[in-house]
């Protein structure tokens, strides 16, 4: 007689960065359980690419309704609950996370400590998993590989050919101060050296555009970013979502740092992906960088 499959839910809703990065985790608890069905809660805007993973077998969609939606809420509940989770691995741990676990009380429910950890918030994850009994060392070792499409058609269409270089120069709009201000330098210099560029721009960013020299892609789908990311010689990027599918691919690489976050607490530096950090990013001269990038191409 077949067995059943226990479903197993992972709670995860963001932000991108976090998300893919979690990949290894997805790796783990998936391989940690013979006969599961892995399942995502995530936010909507993640549910087609989330698919994509080898790891995640379906996406319950969370877009995280005001509290004081309750019909909404308790109908998400509701859908949570008629699944029948064995586990659920809250790895949010937020105060709307909390509500759900108090009306769902018959899965085993594994969750990180309230407080930020003093690392990260992925080696909050290590230790999250350590204290279950579940095996840790892949957790910090994504391979999002599946998230990258094939972009040679792309590539082919505006005649981008042979080696190039990845620009990521813009960051969120609320966070303009994480921007290296001199993206515009950068891709003259790289220009003159006989590197094409290719520079990748989100809705936040297009202004950029104008002024960027070299090849421009504008609002691409997550997977042709990623796509044209792992088929480039090298990426420079700010501390960004974007600057995640560079260093979760292991493409040689540098996301600049400033000082309004930490470089260690980010998780983006993988060899041979690493971090540069700066008290001031107008400080970082395009010349410093410039070596870096010499050094590895």
Known sequence: MKLR????????????????????????????????NLILLTSSSYKGLMLLSPYIDKVIVDDRFKFWNLKKIFRLINEIDTLCFSHVFDLQNSQRTFLYKIFLRKPTWITTK??????????????????YGIPFNKILEPNISWMANDI????????IIGRYIVL??????????????YYKELAHKLLKEDLNVVTILGPDELDLGNIIPGYKFNNLDLIDVAGIIKKSIFVIGNDS????????????????????????KSE????PFQIVESENLKHLTVTRVWKLIKKSI
């Not at 979502?241 to 930490?262: D, E, N, V």
């Not at 983006?268 to 060899?271: A, M, P, Q, V, Y």
């Open 5 to 36: 499959k226990q479903n197993i839910l992972i709670i995860k809703h963001g932000a991108f960065g976090d998300l893919i990065q979690s990949d290894g985790i997805f790796r783990t608890i998936k391989h940690s359980f013979s006969n599961v």
């Open 114 to 131: 309230r407080k930020d950890h003093p690392i990260s918030g992925l080696q909050g994850l290590v230790d999250m998993l350590n204290d």
């Open 152 to 159: 040679s058609l792309l590539l082919k269409k505006r005649k």
């Open 168 to 181: 990521i120069p813009g960051s969120s709009k609320k966070h303009r101060e994480k921007r290296w201000p």
């Open 241 to 264: 979502g974007l600057s995640h599918i560079a260093s979760c691919l292991r493409k040689p690489g540098i996301a600049l740092f400033g000082p309004t976050t930490s470089g260690k």
């Open 268 to 271: 983006l530096s993988r060899k």
